[in-house]
């Protein structure tokens, strides 16, 4: 029916285009999934971002965004190729390029479909043919992909890439900006800076220490008050600016000021040029002029002309990463070692400053961890066969047990003074690192003494209520952080304890949100160790049960299956409690394998086997192989030459003493028995 028919008066007549706009919005709505994408209207305040797109993860909000523009346009012509051509103001392109993940959508009337584009890929595709596109008043875009299924598939992947390539890029940063030596006590609500001058001194003082601290937002503001005059008098303010818009993802606005900051290299500090130089780096990286593989060796082209203490601390978070991405164990141990010499360099360094060496120091802790806790399992292993132990140790389990259990604890508390000194220097994402690793060091404490309590028979040690509520803590400092990660694995934390409490249903439960998180944000060590705990393999009331049985019921099960990586950081763990040189590391390996190949032939062949060796070397542990016998206990009959060959001379006894006899009985089985 008509205006005139109803005689409402007269009307403007709609505009083709709004017409279009909101169908182009119904048809994008209806297009998304509302558990994968929420989409935000941003036209009110448009400076040329007609929305953004969220990524939902297991149906929380993760705050990665893109940003879009979106054309409704009717009439169009269809290029060869089947993709359309839109023309855009340049100005356009630039505001969106400095956005997270810039995507344009094209609306087409006559097919209602949407094609898309994403606005780095159009910038490259312009600089091939018109590498001064800037000059020019529009440039013109190709759709000519249509949003579908498999296109939003790749839209999700690729917001979660961007986002986790910006937090990895900023990991590399923010301990190589070069900060202020005295600690910075961080009051973002009571920076109420007015003046030029005041704002200049505080971003010269402690602009990079306010962006490392997690305030990139409070430095532009600041660098907001400032005028040309004030860049041009100190370029050091430009390689601020730059730092903090990096740090908010907008790469081509960080670009501007860090390659200004780069001609005026003979007034920056020597620490400072060379920051500016992997700044640079890390932003061409950022928007894709930069491969990876580049991008690395430009960073170490980089780290061979930075002063020692940038250097040594680059090395130190690159062996960190190396080791964390490690397979295998030889890559494990190479990437540990080279890490352990360059933490050793970044503590004994003068010149390094301290939040330096309390970075170096926490990851000391961090790995030291593994070996603490496993020196108390050795000993505890040790206790239950009295032969192994008098070979090993001159004092009593009664004895050995305790002073093991008191070094992790004093182990512990160093931890813990350790991340008190890095709360205090007010360094957020360092502090928020610290209190995942102390509390998952506890854990590891905690599922310790669980199991020596066992072997003890003694009650275990209570899970308190603290404990789990500082776990839960660390993971909502991580969640108001955007630390997805270190969120994700307090959540781990927090599954684990609540096993050891019994509540065995309860941790599957966070162990299965965390796996579906962790496997849409692509963070694949935390899905696999999830989905572990969530079937139960991983939860430490499991392992304790498993470790206890075997440790009590059956030492040679347990001492049969151990691989010859383990047999070798056993033998040199044998030498560090012995206080003997490492060198002998190879006759205390040569004992283990030894003791190994003694059990599965217990197992398999007769569980009356032992193998003696000449007790003369016992004063002076594995200063040389010692001679060895093998022996029947029920028989009581020995080889009759002795030898270092425990090989040969095991073959030797079973073919003179076991062929025939009557009482040979295999413990139980063992499919890797080389005899």
Not at 244 to 267: C, G, I, K, Q, T
Not at 317 to 336: D, P
Not at 365 to 392: T, Y
Request: aromatic content about 6%.
């Amino acid at each position: 029916m008509s205006a005139q028919k109803l005689d409402l008066g007269p009307l403007p007549d709609a505009d083709n285009n709004s017409v279009l706009e909101q169908a182009s919005l119904a048809a994008l709505r209806g297009l998304l999934p509302p558990e994968r994408f929420v989409l935000r209207d941003e036209r009110e305040t448009d400076l040329g971002v007609d929305a953004s797109l969220e990524l939902r993860i297991d149906g929380k909000g993760t705050n990665f965004r893109s940003q879009l523009q979106l054309k409704a346009r009717s009439g169009l012509t269809i290029n060869q190729d089947g993709s359309y051509s839109v023309p855009m103001p340049t100005a356009n392109l630039n505001y969106m390029l400095n956005g997270l993940c810039p995507i344009y959508l094209l609306y087409i009337a006559e097919t209602k479909e949407i094609r898309f584009a994403f606005a780095r890929d159009e910038l490259k595709r312009i600089l091939t043919a018109t590498p001064d596109w800037m000059k020019q008043g529009h440039v013109s875009l190709r759709f000519g992909r249509v949003l579908d299924a498999t296109a939003l598939d790749e839209i999700h992947r690729k917001v979660l890439e961007e986002a986790r390539l910006h937090r990895q890029l900023h990991d590399y940063l923010t301990p190589l900006a070069p900060q202020a030596a005295a600690r910075l006590q961080i009051q973002p609500g009571n920076l109420t800076i007015q003046t030029a001058n005041a704002a200049a001194r505080v971003l010269e003082q402690d602009g990079m220490a306010l962006i490392s601290a997690g305030f990139p937002q409070k430095v532009l503001e600041l660098a907001a008050l400032l005028g040309h005059d004030d860049f041009e008098r100190a370029p050091r303010l430009l390689l601020v600016r730059s730092f903090a818009e990096f740090s908010n993802r907008n790469y081509l606005r960080a670009d501007a000021p860090v390659r200004e900051a780069l001609l005026s290299m003979d007034r920056l500090s020597n620490d400072d040029q060379q920051f500016a130089l992997f700044l640079a780096n890390a932003i061409e990286m950022a928007m894709g002029q930069l491969t990876t593989a580049e991008f690395t060796n430009k960073s170490k082209q980089w780290r061979d002309s930075a002063p020692e203490y940038l250097a040594v601390q680059y090395d130190v978070l690159h062996h960190w990463i190396l080791r964390s991405e490690a397979v295998g164990t030889q890559a494990f141990a190479e990437a540990e070692l080279q890490l352990r010499k360059s933490i050793d360099r970044a503590e004994a360094l003068a010149t390094m400053p301290e939040s330096g060496k309390l970075y170096a120091r926490l990851l000391r802790f961090f790995i030291d961890s593994g070996d603490a806790c496993e020196r108390l399992l050795n000993v505890m292993r040790h206790s239950k066969d009295p032969w192994l132990w008098q070979r090993i140790h001159s004092e009593p389990p009664s004895v050995v047990i305790p002073r093991e259990q008191a070094r992790l604890e004093q182990w512990r508390e160093g931890l813990n003074k350790h991340v008190d000194a890095i709360r205090d220097t007010a360094n957020a994402s360092l502090y928020c690192e610290a209190c995942i690793g102390r509390d998952l060091c506890d854990i590891m404490i905690l599922s310790q003494l669980h199991m020596t309590a066992a072997v003890l028979e003694q009650d275990p040690p209570t899970v308190h209520d603290a404990f789990l509520d500082r776990v839960r803590k660390t993971a909502e400092m991580a969640s108001r952080l955007g630390l997805y990660e270190f969120e994700l694995r307090a959540q781990l934390n927090e599954a684990e304890l609540e096993d050891m409490r019994g509540n065995v249903e309860r941790a599957k439960e966070i162990a299965n949100l965390v796996r579906r998180k962790a496997a849409a944000l692509r963070y694949r060590d935390v899905e696999r160790i999830a989905a572990d705990m969530a079937k139960g393999n991983r939860v430490t009331s499991k392992f304790v049960a498993e470790a206890t049985a075997a440790l009590v019921e059956n030492f040679d099960a347990t001492m049969a299956a151990l691989s010859d990586e383990v047999l070798e950081r056993q033998a040199q763990d044998a030498c560090v409690m012995l206080q003997i040189p490492l060198s002998r590391s190879k006759v205390a390996l040569d004992a283990a394998k030894c003791e190994r190949e003694t059990a599965r032939q217990r197992l398999t062949w007769c569980r009356h086997l032992r193998m003696l060796e000449d007790p003369r070397n016992l004063h002076d542990p594995f200063i040389q192989a010692p001679e060895k016998l093998c022996h029947c206990e029920l028989r009581q009959v020995s080889s009759f030459e002795p030898s270092t060959n425990w090989r040969s001379i095991i073959g030797t006894f079973k073919s003179i003493w076991c062929d025939g006899c009557t009482a040979r009985e295999p413990a139980g089985s063992d499919p890797a028995a080389t005899f």
